[in-house]
């Protein structure tokens, strides 16, 4: 057995009390080889399973040579978990049904503009942001259906089809874009309707489209969530059946759930946090086979829950991990080697984003006003500061569209403030403070989740946030014995706003 290689930190820059510690990350040496040797046997026990459509026969294999090419995107069952035992993975019948009557002309050069993108092909989509945006869809009945539901987030598909919510009902939902949007008939579009309900035994923590999703194959349409004290499901997005299922065990043999949640660029690996180390697995192997990679290690490192992950879009060997413990690591592939971390928020980190050319990272916390730009070329170095409400501990998302010219975020009085981070500072040594290049009201109560559409000029927003009831008042709020001031608006809906100063017939 090799001696474990010692961490050797190093402060290298301190500025505003931000601090980046360059660091090694402790050798995982017989993690790798013990996982690797699991994962090699494996391969001896291939499985392949075929199924017939009308037009071509789909190959799913769990062979890592052939998974992720041409008709191999995705997983075999999941021969481990019982729920999965002689379940299709793929209705592809019903797929492909859905396909042929949904199709238009709009819509394939919607799917068309969408695959460039993919590919790395980016064109600018026009905004304007000289007016207030315009509400064009929005759904509220969908989460009133249960006292006391709200939203926690909603992400457009890559291929920007549909939009995925998460709410505290346990339930995540899928809502297709309404067929007039693909005409630019933003005006005549109707409300939101939920397509697809994926209910999860317990809270949900995380979820994720499959990076390549695309509607053309039906293969590709699934996502990933995870929720307490259960496996990682891979959801297919058209039947709203689980594929298969990934079981994260600790040293006790015991099941332990993932906190975060995050595929490779490719769609070949699955990055899962937990508690003090982030564990990967193929995404062509479901079951238990993973490898362990600790970021705590001998007192050094990254303590804490790792609640949040993201790939870095440009250096392909890169990715970033958010912890609880207020910190942020830079990893390097292969093997998971702490490169250096971040320090600066007041709370723990809840949402992290590359900007598209991979040199800045944007990171917010709870119970923290400011999202932080860091400067990855120079480690320790504030760009930006972006002020924000967030008052509570709830996970407030905020994106980045598509060009990385505009960051949206929701703020807790129901308000959604985008701004323009192409400014730079003038001194190097010195962090800008950037004010909104719009601000306006969006909802009645704290918006959790904002997301650009990756092809048209459209924001989605959702809201809520868990309410306590003060003693003297009734459930439903009537019977009013305390001051007026302490009664606010509540609202649980999902919105789409045209980021557009006229709207095109």
Known sequence: MEEQQEYNPSIMDDQDDRLVMSQKSPGNDDIENATTATLNQSNDSTQLVQMSTSNQDIHYTADENLAFQTDDNLVVQDSNDDTNQDQPIINDNNSQAQMDDDTTIPYQQHIKLSNSI?????????????????????????????????????????????????????????????????????????????????????????????????SYDASTCCFLSTSRDHPLHLWDAYTGQIRCSYKCFNHLDELSPAHSLAFSLNGELIYCGSKKSVRVFHTSRPGRDFEDRPTYVNKEGQSGI??????????????????????????????????FQLKGHQGG??????????????????????ILCWDLRQPGIVLQSM?????????????????GTYL?????????????????????????????????????????????HPTLPLLASSCGQRLFITPG????????????????????????????SHISQ
């Open 118 to 214: 993919l590919n790395g092909v980016r064109s600018p989509i026009e905004y304007d942001f000289t007016t207030t945006p315009i509400q064009v869809s929005a759904n509220y009945s969908e989460f009133e259906m249960k006292r006391e539901n709200f939203l926690k987030g909603c992400k457009w598909s890559p291929d920007g089809s549909c939009l995925l919510t998460n709410a505290d009902d346990n339930v995540l939902r899928i809502f297709n874009l309404p067929s007039e949007a693909y005409n630019q008939q933003f005006q005549s579009m109707p409300d939101l309707t939920c397509v697809l309900r994926m209910a999860e035994g317990e809270t949900i923590y995380d979820y994720t489209w499959y990076p390549k999703m695309s």
């Open 306 to 339: 790792i609640s949040c992950i993201a790939m870095n879009p440009y250096h392909t060997n890169l990715y970033a991990v958010g912890s609880y413990s207020r910190s942020v690591g830079i990893y390097e592939e292969p093997g998971g080697y702490l490169c």
């Open 349 to 370: 980190i809840t949402h992290l984003q590359f900007s598209p050319d991979g040199n800045r990272l944007y990171t917010g916390g709870r119970k923290d006003s400011e």
């Open 387 to 403: 002020t924000r409400q967030v008052l509570t501990n709830q996970r407030i998302y905020f994106d980045l569209d598509r060009s």
């Open 408 to 452: 949206s975020s929701g703020n807790q009085d129901g308000s959604i403030s985008i701004w323009d981070i192409t400014a730079s500072s003038s001194d190097d040594e010195k962090a800008i403070t950037l004010s909104p290049l719009l601000q306006f009201t969006a909802h009645c109560d704290a918006v959790n989740g904002v997301s650009f």
């Open 473 to 500: 008042t009734t459930y439903d709020g009537e019977d009013i014995d305390q001051d007026p001031e302490e009664h606010s608006l509540t609202e649980s809906s999902v919105k789409l706003w045209l980021l557009l």
